[in-house]
């Protein structure tokens, strides 16, 4: 987990550096310059789901096979909530990872204090694990006041981020569970309650136009 | 006339947005500073960076307390598009029509237009031109011609998740709007109507007056 999430910062921090520099290579000159390059036709496509709300959209990621940088994301028409289709808030998705007010260093701020220190990882999750090590081994219990086997910890809670993918929220549980946190909270119920599944989009219409992977959903724009 | 068009069904659009916010990140459009001016409708207006608003509309209904217009705003791509006529005045070819998709393209000359981009924005009946104050350049939807020339729906439309942005060729999307007009004139009554559906090739579908959608629709 703290490898996985340093080295996805530092790659987001190379991505934002690409972003910058891709805003400027838009060149409207002849008609065919504009239809010829498209920026995504030599691009690795790797699917996801949109860590936003609990509809959980298919999208498709589309990096750059030399550098590895984010160049696009836009709905997966063959993912089946979705078929291709993306609220406003998907449609950003790009921007969770190239994006310049992105924080792409550790601050911490000390108890009591009023200011931001810049930190490095290492530092930073030797604390946390300090920390955790200290409230866990204080609060560990092993039964509870009937005498059945818990093994749980009630003094450390966990409360998650919205924009964490499946697999992120995976691995979020298994490392909690494995504590012993019985109070794990996701955040998204916060920002996202209205986003249901029945909110899903209805399928798509059939008179869309020949595309590489086209929706086939029936008898829509009758 | 052949090529692309846009079925826009605003009995269908819940304004989300997924259209306008889907062209920023295709073409990778700075955001605009903006403000809270009593509207959803953000940002206010169309702009060099922003090819595609989605607009939003009060007003008291006969039936319900009020009805809510929404009008994804953006290039008709006009069959005859007047603001070429104008530009071609001032820079010859400033202003171009691809043969294949009839999508029309401002160029980076357009920058020659000078002070009289005053007077190719008001060539254009719906007020779609924009000018980048720095560099003098004009901007507007380009139809995602580099996507669509490679079999690819524009950003807006593979985004629409209500099939309110429908893009096709022209004999299903003409099918599509006759269908849905239909449709809407049976729930809605007579003033539905595809706007000026013989000159364009975006098909807005409104059930109301048109300007109540938008004041240059």
């Given at each position: 987990?703290?490898?996985?999430?340093?080295?996805?910062?530092?790659?987001?921090?190379?991505?934002?550096?690409?972003?910058?520099?891709?805003?400027?290579?838009?060149?409207?000159?002849?008609?065919?310059?504009?239809?010829?390059?498209?920026?995504?036709?030599?691009?690795?496509?790797?699917?996801?789901?949109?860590?936003?709300?609990?509809?959980?959209?298919?999208?498709?990621?589309?990096?750059?096979?030399?550098?590895?940088?984010?160049?696009?994301?836009?709905?997966?028409?063959?993912?089946?909530?979705?078929?291709?289709?993306?609220?406003?808030?998907?449609?950003?998705?790009?921007?969770?990872?190239?994006?310049?007010?992105?924080?792409?260093?550790?601050?911490?701020?000390a108890p009591l204090s009023d200011k931001w220190e810049v930190k490095s990882w290492d530092w930073a999750l030797d604390r946390i694990a300090q920390n955790v090590k200290r409230?866990?081994?204080?609060?560990?219990?092993?039964?509870?006041?009937?005498?059945?086997?818990?093994?749980?910890?009630?003094?450390?809670?966990?409360?998650?981020?919205?924009?964490?993918?499946?697999?992120?929220?995976?691995?979020?549980?298994?490392?909690?569970?494995?504590?012993?946190?019985?109070?794990?909270?996701?955040?998204?119920?916060?920002?996202?309650?209205?986003?249901?599944?029945?909110?899903?989009?209805?399928?798509?219409?059939?008179?869309?136009?020949?595309?590489?992977?086209?929706?086939?959903?029936?008898?829509?724009?009758? | 006339?052949?090529?692309?068009?846009?079925?826009?069904?605003?009995?269908?659009?819940?304004?989300?947005?997924?259209?306008?916010?889907?062209?920023?990140?295709?073409?990778?459009?700075?955001?605009?500073?903006?403000?809270?001016?009593?509207?959803?409708?953000?940002?206010?207006?169309?702009?060099?960076?922003?090819?595609?608003?989605?607009?939003?509309?009060?007003?008291?209904?006969?039936?319900?307390?009020?009805?809510?217009?929404?009008?994804?705003?953006?290039?008709?791509?006009?069959?005859?598009?007047?603001?070429?006529?104008?530009?071609?005045?001032?820079?010859?070819?400033?202003?171009?029509?691809?043969?294949?998709?009839?999508?029309?393209?401002?160029?980076?000359?357009?920058?020659?237009?000078?002070?009289?981009?005053?007077?190719?924005?008001?060539?254009?009946?719906?007020?779609?031109?924009?000018?980048?104050?720095?560099?003098?350049?004009?901007?507007?939807?380009?139809?995602?011609?580099?996507?669509?020339?490679?079999?690819?729906?524009?950003?807006?439309?593979?985004?629409?998740?209500?099939?309110?942005?429908?893009?096709?060729?022209?004999?299903?999307?003409?099918?599509?709007?006759?269908?849905?007009?239909?449709?809407?004139?049976?729930?809605?009554?007579?003033?539905?109507?595809?706007?000026?559906?013989?000159?364009?090739?975006?098909?807005?579908?409104?059930?109301?007056?048109?300007?109540?959608?938008?004041?240059?629709?």
């Amino acid at each position: 987990m703290a490898l996985t999430r340093r080295d996805f910062l530092k790659w987001s921090g190379m991505a934002t550096v690409a972003g910058a520099c891709l805003s400027l290579g838009f060149d409207l000159k002849p008609v065919r310059s504009h239809a010829a390059g498209l920026k995504i036709k030599q691009a690795k496509e790797t699917t996801t789901i949109c860590p936003y709300c609990a509809v959980g959209c298919g999208q498709i990621v589309h990096t750059d096979k030399q550098s590895g940088q984010i160049i696009n994301t836009e709905g997966d028409p063959d993912h089946p909530i979705n078929e291709g289709a993306l609220c406003a808030k998907g449609a950003s998705l790009y921007q969770l990872a190239v994006n310049p007010a992105r924080v792409t260093s550790v601050l911490y701020r000390a108890p009591l204090s009023d200011k931001w220190e810049v930190k490095s990882w290492d530092w930073a999750l030797d604390r946390i694990a300090q920390n955790v090590k200290r409230d866990r081994d204080a609060g560990f219990a092993l039964k509870n006041d009937k005498g059945q086997v818990v093994n749980r910890v009630t003094n450390i809670a966990h409360i998650g981020s919205a924009a964490m993918d499946n697999e992120e929220c995976w691995l979020m549980q298994a490392i909690m569970r494995a504590l012993g946190l019985v109070y794990i909270e996701h955040r998204g119920p916060r920002s996202s309650t209205w986003t249901r599944a029945s909110r899903a989009p209805p399928p798509r219409p059939t008179s869309t136009p020949p595309c590489a992977r086209a929706p086939t959903s029936p008898s829509w724009a009758a | 006339m052949p090529g692309k068009y846009f079925v826009v069904d605003t009995t269908k659009c819940t304004a989300c947005r997924g259209c306008q916010v889907a062209c920023k990140q295709w073409n990778k459009l700075p955001a605009e500073e903006t403000k809270n001016w009593g509207s959803h409708q953000n940002p206010q207006d169309l702009s060099y960076n922003t090819y595609r608003l989605v607009r939003f509309n009060e007003y008291p209904a006969v039936v319900n307390s009020m009805v809510w217009y929404f009008f994804t705003d953006a290039c008709r791509h006009c069959l005859y598009p007047p603001c070429k006529d104008e530009a071609d005045r001032y820079v010859k070819d400033a202003i171009v029509i691809d043969d294949a998709t009839g999508a029309i393209i401002y160029t980076d000359k357009t920058k020659g237009f000078g002070d009289k981009f005053d007077n190719v924005r008001r060539a254009c009946p719906y007020d779609i031109p924009r000018q980048d104050a720095k560099t003098g350049v004009v901007s507007k939807c380009h139809m995602c011609l580099d996507r669509v020339s490679e079999g690819l729906l524009p950003a807006c439309a593979k985004s629409c998740p209500t099939g309110a942005l429908v893009f096709g060729d022209e004999e299903p999307m003409k099918k599509l709007a006759e269908a849905r007009l239909a449709e809407a004139k049976k729930k809605f009554g007579d003033k539905a109507e595809i706007i000026d559906s013989d000159d364009v090739r975006v098909l807005y579908l409104v059930v109301d007056d048109k300007k109540k959608y938008a004041q240059s629709a």
